[in-house]
């Protein structure tokens, strides 16, 4: 599979700045229920719009896999992408990190809060076509804009830590010391309300071009899939401490 293929790296990421999206004649642009979000020039995408989707269900369910996301802001001008950990509450989604991190020093200081983009990707496949330019892979991604603020109140603090324990493996929290004051004094989260957002997603197999279809090379679809291995047992287990049932369910 040569270098970055053309159609993996402008299909498979959704674009942070796009036009608006133009309604065909005598349609009016689509428009937010409380099962969708409103699409906004930032939220279309101007390379495969048909891909894009604002359902609230579709975009949850693309958070709700994943535990890893990457959040963009710009720092002295210039941008800046972390890796961290999320969770999503309802219609809010919080992002862990310390109080010593630059984007949670940053919404402390800045005012109304930080403007800040995340973003969530699964792989679920690679696509092999017959032509390097061809190759792209089967993705489900989410992009979300807003602004981001420290959570400062304990109670939904703790929910929120709660919530990023159980959202990398349920059931953990309560199983699990939790925090003590200092731990939280250390600990900082931030929320980012879900109201700027879209996931685009892409499915199915190979876009050959006709004149290529007799050409010996292999093509089809790789299937990828996330699993887990045996968990292995930290070398000073208490005693008769059993493995729990919700990571032999994993």
């Known amino acids: 599979m040569p270098g970055t293929p053309q159609d993996a790296e402008q299909d498979a ?36 719009p048909h891909r894009a989707s604002y359902d609230k269900e579709s975009v949850h369910a693309i958070l709700d896999e994943g535990y890893v996301c990457h959040l963009g802001f710009v720092r ?7 890796p961290t950990l999320y ?21 402390g200081q800045a005012d109304p809060g930080l403007p800040v983009c995340l973003t969530v990707t699964h792989v679920d ?21 807003g ?9 939904e603090k703790r929910l929120a830590l709660d919530a990023l324990v159980d959202n990398a493996v ?8 939790p925090a003590n004051n200092k731990e939280l004094a250390a600990t900082a989260v931030i929320r980012i309300d879900l109201g700027e957002v ?10 050959d071009e006709p004149e290529d ?33 919700y990571l032999r369910a994993l």
């Open 13 to 48: 990421v959704q674009e942070s700045t796009p036009q608006a999206p133009q309604a065909a004649a005598g349609q009016s642009p689509p428009q937010p229920t409380d099962a969708t979000y409103a699409p906004t020039d930032r939220t279309v995408p101007t390379r495969s």
């Open 76 to 82: 002295d001008g210039a941008p800046v992408v972390l």
């Open 87 to 107: 969770a999503r509450v309802g219609e809010r989604l919080y992002v862990h990190g310390s109080t010593g991190s630059r984007p949670l020093r940053m919404t």
């Open 125 to 145: 496949a690679l696509i092999l076509a017959r032509s390097a330019f061809h190759h792209s892979i089967n993705y489900r991604s989410v992009v979300a804009h």
């Open 147 to 155: 602004i981001a603020h420290q959570v400062t109140d304990p109670e």
């Open 170 to 177: 349920a059931g953990r929290s309560a199983d699990s010391r």
């Open 198 to 207: 879209s996931a685009k997603v892409r499915t199915g197999g190979v876009n």
């Open 213 to 245: 279809l007799a050409l010996p090379h292999w093509a089809g679809v790789v299937p990828l899939r996330k699993g887990y291995a045996t968990p292995l047992d930290d070398a000073e287990l208490a005693p008769g401490t059993r493995l729990p049932d």
